[in-house]
C-alpha cells in the first residue's frame, strides 16, 4: 500500500505543478485548442509518468555492470516457502489485523471512495445513455435531435442535443443549436467523459476540480470563438449578455456556467485582442516541467539510507559499514545437525571470523547481537550502514554440501531501496562464483522480517547444510566469502 500512496503523491504533485503553470502562462492565451490539449496532455502525463522505468535518481547512482549478464543468465525465483530454520526467522504475526497500520487504513478508504464514485458516474452515464435510446429522435442538418427531458433543455448530452423541434425555427433556437452542434463537432463529450474519471479516482486532490473547470470553460471558449467569427463578436457578445437576465441560463452553456460572473467571463475572453502566434514558444515550457517531474520522482520519498549509496559506486571506501546478523540465538537455536552442532553457535563463529577479514579490508562492522542472546527480529535489523547480511545455514539430513544461497526483498514497495537490494544480490552472486565458491541464483522472499525490516541493502545467506560442516567453516572459506563480499560494492 505504500507503493499506492506514493503513486498519489507522484499523481497529484504533477497535477498542482501542471496547474500553476497553466494559471500562470497558458490560461491569458487565446489558443484555446492547444490548451485544451494541454489538460488533458497533464491529466494523462501525471497517470503515466509514476510508471515511468527511468528514474533520474537510480541513474545516478546505478551505473551498468557485469552484473547484468550473471543475471541475465539466472532465473530468479519470485517466491519460495520458509522452510526449516527460517520458520522461526518469520514473524509470527502476518495476519491482516497485525500488519494493518494508518498507511493501510488511510490507502484502503481512498480506494474505497474512489470505487463508489466510479461506480456511481459509470451507473448514471449508463442510464442516461440508456434514457437517450428510449426517447424518440428526429435528425436535423445531420445531427441526432431529442425532446427535453428531467432537467436537460437546450443543451448537448453525449452524443445528441436536446431541444425543441419548434425552437430551431426561431433566431435564438438556431443560435443555440449551432452552438451545441459545435460541441459535438469538436468532440467534447469525449473530453468530459475522460475528466469526469479522472476526478474520480483522484477526488481528493482540489486542483482536479479546479482543471476541470479549466477545461470546461475552454470548450466554451472553442465554441464562442466560431459562432463570433461567424455572426461578429458584438452581436453574439449581446445574446450571451442577454441570458444574465434570466434566474436560470437555459442550456447554451453547462451545468457548470449557471453564473452571470461566467458568462461575463466569456464575453470578456471573446472581446479581448488574440494572442499573438509568437507566443505559442511559451507552450515550450512543458519540456522543463516534464524534466522537473522526473527529477522530482527520482528522489520522493528516498528511504532515510539511501543517500548513503551515493557511495557505493565509486571508489573503495574504508568507512563503510557492514551489519552482520548472526542467525538465531539465546532461546532460538536455529537448527541442529545430525551430531548436536546449533545453527546460533555456527552463525555466531562464521561471522565473527568474517568481521575479522571484512575489518582487515578496511571496513567497519557491526555485530546484530553481542553474545548468545536472543533479539527481536526488528531490533537485528534496525541499523544504519551500507549492507546488512544475516547468516544462516540449511539443515538437510544428509550431509551433502549446498551452493550458498542468496535471499532478498524486492517488488513489495518498488522502491530505490529495494532496487539496491537486488543489484546487491546479483553481484554477491557473481563475486562467489568469481572466487571459486558454489552460489544459486538469488531468490526472492517477501516473508523474512529481517529483510522487511531493514532501512539499509539487506540480504540473507545460507551459506552451507549445517549437516555437512564438522564444527566450523574453513578459515578458506571464510576468506572468499569475505572477498567476495568486499568486491559485491562494485555492481
Not at 498519489?8 to 494559471?23: P, R
Not at 490507502?107 to 449508463?126: P, W
Not at 433543455?153 to 425543441?164: D, F, G, L, P, T
Not at 472553442?222 to 449581446?238: I, P, T, W
Request: aromatic fraction near 12%; proline fraction near 3%.
Amino acid at each position: 500500500m505504500n507503493s499506492l500512496l506514493y503513486y498519489l503523491l507522484e499523481v497529484n504533485c504533477s497535477l498542482v505543478i501542471g496547474a500553476v503553470l497553466y494559471f500562470l502562462v497558458f490560461r491569458q492565451l487565446s489558443f484555446f485548442q492547444w490548451n485544451r490539449y494541454f489538460i488533458l496532455g497533464l491529466c494523462l502525463l501525471s497517470l503515466l509518468l509514476p510508471f515511468g522505468t527511468v528514474r533520474l535518481g537510480e541513474l545516478f547512482l546505478s551505473p551498468t555492470s557485469p552484473v547484468l549478464a550473471f543475471e541475465q543468465s539466472n532465473t530468479v525465483a519470485h517466491s519460495i516457502g520458509a522452510s526449516g530454520d527460517l520458520v522461526s526467522e518469520t514473524e509470527m504475526v502476518n495476519s491482516f489485523w497485525h500488519s494493518f497500520s494508518i498507511g493501510y487504513g488511510i490507502a484502503y478508504g481512498y480506494l474505497l471512495v474512489s470505487f463508489v464514485l466510479l461506480c456511481r458516474f459509470v451507473l448514471r452515464y449508463i442510464r442516461l445513455g440508456r434514457r437517450i435510446r428510449q426517447l424518440s429522435q428526429y435528425k436535423f442538418e445531420g445531427f441526432t435531435m431529442v425532446a427535453p427531458f428531467g432537467h436537460y433543455a437546450n443543451c448537448s448530452v453525449q452524443h445528441v442535443i436536446v431541444m425543441e423541434e419548434d425552437q430551431l425555427d426561431t433566431p435564438d433556437g438556431k443560435l443555440i443549436f449551432e452552438h451545441e452542434s459545435q460541441h459535438i463537432v469538436f468532440k467534447h463529450r469525449r473530453d468530459k467523459l475522460f475528466i469526469e474519471i479522472f476526478r474520480c479516482l483522484f477526488w481528493l486532490n482540489p486542483f482536479v476540480y479546479w482543471m476541470r473547470r479549466q477545461l470546461y470553460l475552454v470548450h466554451e471558449y472553442q465554441v464562442d470563438e466560431v459562432l463570433a467569427n461567424r455572426y461578429g463578436n458584438g452581436g453574439y457578445a449581446r445574446f450571451l449578455l442577454t441570458l444574465t437576465h434570466q434566474s436560470r441560463p437555459a442550456g447554451l452553456q453547462s451545468n457548470l456556467f449557471n453564473t452571470r460572473h461566467e458568462l461575463v467571463e466569456r464575453v470578456q475572453a471573446m472581446m479581448s485582442k488574440p494572442s499573438s502566434k509568437k507566443k505559442r514558444w511559451q507552450y515550450v515550457l512543458t519540456l522543463p516541467l516534464l524534466g522537473l517531474l522526473l527529477l522530482f520522482y527520482s528522489f520522493i520519498n528516498p528511504p532515510k539510507s539511501v543517500w548513503f549509496s551515493a557511495s557505493l559506486n565509486g571508489k573503495k571506501n574504508p568507512s563503510k559499514t557492514i551489519i552482520l546478523d548472526p542467525g538465531h540465538g539465546g532461546k532460538d537455536t536455529g537448527g541442529i545437525s545430525s551430531f548436536g552442532l546449533e545453527e546460533k553457535s555456527l552463525t555466531w563463529e562464521t561471522c565473527l571470523l568474517l568481521k575479522q577479514e571484512l575489518e582487515r579490508k578496511g571496513y567497519k562492522v557491526v555485530l546484530s547481537r553481542a553474545a548468545d542472546e536472543y533479539k527481536l527480529l526488528r531490533d537485528r535489523s534496525n541499523f544504519e550502514g551500507d549492507l546488512l547480511l544475516s547468516i544462516h545455514f540449511d539443515n538437510v539430513k544428509d550431509k551433502q554440501s549446498l551452493p550458498i544461497r542468496i535471499l532478498y526483498q524486492s517488488g513489495v514497495n518498488h522502491t530505490m531501496l529495494e532496487e539496491l537490494n537486488r543489484k546487491f544480490a546479483f553481484s554477491l552472486g557473481l563475486r562467489l562464483q568469481q572466487n571459486g565458491l558454489a552460489a544459486s541464483a538469488p531468490a526472492i522472499n517477501t516473508k523474512l522480517a529481517i529483510l522487511r525490516g531493514a532501512k539499509i541493502p539487506a540480504l540473507l545467506l545460507e551459506l552451507d547444510n549445517i549437516n555437512a560442516i564438522d564444527k566450523n567453516v574453513k578459515p578458506d572459506f571464510v576468506n572468499k566469502l569475505a572477498h567476495a563480499i568486499d568486491q559485491s560494492f562494485e555492481y
